[in-house]
């Protein structure tokens, strides 16, 4: 019976790339064109809220404000990638959309300080969700060979996200426009990518490999892979069934090789994101403090937005590019230290923090080498290491844990940089970039190779074919009646 999945598993995984994928990059990366865009622009609009409302305690106020989607976000991550593996992929997809654009569009009403950490908070459920979902959608639409690729430009939507946030905050502000209206005009329109693509993500196809796997409805995946293949790939079907089987919680967290594989996947994503986003989101701040008291958040703007179109932009695309080849783990191992010795020299180098063209040059390879390197692949490898049945869950812990980095770091760095200055936060940064090398040591190279060999699965598929493969075992349990 096995033998009728191997063909539909086996014929995912030499599918050619076609419009489908193509339209499954757009609709599932307008979601992070979304995510980035409401989590990097809030740095623009605090700095106008905090003059606005006159904040007593900015670093704390600010800190608050910019890190609560981020503590939604881990809490939406956890949440709605264990109910993706149980409810199936399709049945989440476009709620976390449709809780974007609602808080988003609060946020931008909000009357108060609390109102708005509260929205930003539930804003960050949707962003959380985002992450499993569309990752693992993609990377089980993807074929072995182009795997990394396709679910990178997913991500690298993220990149296009931020630069409009950038262009939107130069042109509302270059307008003259009022700036107590320009920071509700800048959260609100985070609600429009969101709503584009709501429809189109109800309307995607389910995951056949969850369909034959967990739910053990061949006949269902093999519809779906000819729909999405538009019918060059068909599976022969004898109309023998699987039986599915889904491994539980309990037996998840309990597995020895998988929590490994998750102190892997989460732990380096955490570092990165603890100093990534502490930097990003604040990076308003940071160059107006380069540029001095005299500095417009104009100037700024324009800065940051130079350094994300030269050294950003590139970064995410050549990673997209070249993943396949160079591996999803090596790449990683590249830009992590790439990026800390960045982060060290800011921090290092006399006199850099106060100099703009050195410290610019510096703080644009440190975002290449993020984009070119552990940004993209946490993100990518995350959604391949783990078995069908919990592949979201462990998405879904990996973006949470990360998430919360994000948060500690986002809502620490005005607190460290008021104690240690630019340079003292960045040589801090610097340390946790290091910490992310030793844990992607855990993490197995996973270009060119198949999920299911990644996942153990491969088991099942050489017992259908009479032939061992090696790889390792993951041992299915039947399905909750």
């Known amino acids: 019976m096995a033998a009728q999945a191997a063909n539909v598993i086996d014929a995912m995984n030499e599918a050619p790339v076609s419009r489908f994928h193509s339209k499954a ?246 570092v990165f994101d603890y100093a990534y986003y502490g930097n990003s989101v604040s990076a308003p701040l940071i160059v107006l403090s380069v540029l001095g008291k005299k500095a417009t958040i104009e100037q700024s703007l324009a800065l940051n937005l130079m350094i994300w179109v030269i050294a950003a932009v590139p970064g995410y695309y050549l990673a997209c590019a070249f993943m396949d080849r160079i591996g999803h783990r090596r790449l990683q191992l590249i830009g992590f230290p790439a990026m800390g010795l960045a982060f060290l020299l800011i921090g290092v180098i006399p006199g850099v923090t106060t100099a703009v063209a050195p410290f610019l040059i510096l703080f644009g390879i440190s975002y290449f080498f993020a984009e070119f390197g552990p940004n993209t692949t946490t993100f990518v490898v995350s959604s391949e290491v783990y078995p069908t049945s919990v592949r979201t869950t462990g998405h879904g812990f990996s973006a949470g844990i990360a998430k919360l980095g994000a948060f500690i770091g986002v809502y620490l760095f005005p607190r460290i940089s008021e104690a240690l200055g630019v340079g003292g936060a960045l040589e801090f940064s610097a340390a946790m970039a290091a910490l992310g090398m030793a844990l992607t040591a855990l993490i197995p190279e996973t270009s060119q190779v198949s999920l299911e060999e990644l996942s153990g699965e491969s088991r099942l598929l050489a017992g259908a074919r009479g032939r061992i493969t090696g790889a390792p075992v993951l041992a299915p349990t039947p399905a909750a009646t």
């Open 25 to 270: 990059i757009f609709v599932a990366g307008m979601g992070f064109f979304t995510d980035a865009y409401d989590l990097f622009i809030i740095g623009t609009a605090t700095t106008l809220i905090a003059k606005s409302w006159h904040l007593d305690s900015k670093a704390t106020s600010v800190g608050l404000i910019n890190s609560m989607t981020l503590l939604g976000a881990f809490f939406g991550a956890i949440l709605y990638g264990r109910l993706a593996d149980r409810l199936g992929r399709k049945r989440i997809y476009g709620l976390e959309a449709a809780i974007m654009a609602i808080f988003a569009l609060a946020s931008a009403l909000s009357p108060d300080l609390a109102f708005l950490v509260v929205c930003r908070f539930f804003l960050g459920l949707g962003v959380g969700g985002d992450y499993p979902v569309s990752a693992v959608l993609m990377s089980e639409y993807a074929n072995r060979r182009n795997r990394g690729r396709l679910v990178g430009l997913v991500f690298a939507m993220q990149a296009l996200g931020t630069i409009a946030g950038y262009v939107f905050g130069l042109t509302l502000l270059s307008a003259g426009i009022d700036h107590a209206l320009v920071w509700r005009l800048l959260l609100g329109l985070g609600a429009i990518p969101s709503l584009a693509v709501l429809y189109m993500r109800r309307r995607m196809p389910e995951s056949p490999r969850y369909l034959a796997w967990v739910q053990g409805r061949e006949r269902e995946a093999a519809a779906s892979l000819a729909e999405f293949s538009e019918g060059t790939v068909a599976p022969a079907l004898s109309g023998a069934q699987i039986r599915p089987y889904r491994m539980r919680l309990r037996q998840f967290l309990s597995d020895r090789r998988l929590m490994l594989m998750l102190l892997g996947t989460a732990g380096s994503w955490f």
